[in-house]
């Protein structure tokens, strides 16, 4: 009955007192319901309001955290009750605290492509770029058939090297190396990938940018006014197909 009266509070998004509902639940019999531990933390979350630093908000966060991580050692595989406590750290703004938790599960699921994926991205939160193109990297080698991987990979190296490019040409002409090798593999694995052509396109772009031979340069540009022309012909290829099929 206290569980009854409790989903039905939650429903209505009355947390408090559902939340003082499943607790007695858990009080009755908690041993039998172990979900009542993430039915607690969804309820502490409904409470917290994200940007709030009163200590009773504080407190309501570092509760879930509690509870959300607990139900996950005995359920490690439920992703909505993963997601839900990733999206909390990062509503608390604790995005150490998710890299750390993703970390730990990675050393007995190290092929999580997608635990590694959120690694990267928080990272990428941080603005550790470094950790984050490394991580982007585990990502590749852990998914080495998809030419998604390669070209996010490839997206990460030209955002850097476009936006906030290191002082170092050297570094700089590392970094456009690494991208373009793998928007090329995911080329290779797609021939058709317009996306990643079009960013190859851009890394040919930075690089006559640090390029200090004109005849280099020119060269680089070249290749670059190729690969657009490619672009353009993938677009009017899929506008013809379109347009047979209608």
Not at 29 to 35: A, E, L
Not at 98 to 115: G, K, M, S
Not at 189 to 206: A, C, G, M, T, W
């Amino acid at each position: 009955m206290a569980i009854r009266d409790a989903n039905d509070a939650y429903s209505k998004e009355d947390y408090a007192t559902a939340l003082k509902l499943y607790q007695r639940a858990r009080e009755i019999d908690g041993q039998s319901f172990p979900d009542l531990d993430r039915m607690v933390g969804y309820s502490l979350i409904g409470l917290y309001v994200p940007d709030d630093k009163t200590p009773a908000n504080v407190k309501n966060a570092d509760a879930a955290i509690v509870e959300l991580r607990k139900y996950l050692k005995n359920r490690p595989d439920d992703r909505i009750a993963r997601e839900a406590l990733i999206n909390l750290y990062l509503n608390a703004e604790r995005v150490t605290d998710a890299i750390n938790y993703f970390r730990e599960w990675l050393q007995t699921h190290p092929a999580d492509v997608e635990a590694v994926r959120s690694v990267a991205t928080l990272y990428a939160k941080q603005g550790n770029f470094n950790e984050s193109l490394n991580w982007y990297e585990k990502i590749t080698l852990l998914d080495k058939q998809n030419p998604e991987s390669f070209y996010i990979y490839g997206v990460v190296c030209y955002e850097k090297v476009s936006k906030n490019p290191p002082a170092d040409p050297a570094e700089k002409m590392a970094i456009i190396e690494k991208g373009k090798a793998a928007l090329q593999r995911a080329i290779q694995l797609k021939p058709d990938y317009f996306e990643s052509i079009v960013y190859l396109n851009l890394l040919f772009r930075q690089q006559a940018l640090v390029e200090t031979d004109p005849i280099k340069q020119q060269d680089l540009i070249r290749q670059a006014d190729e690969l657009k022309n490619r672009a353009v012909e993938i677009i009017r290829a899929r506008k013809a197909a379109a347009g047979q099929k209608s």
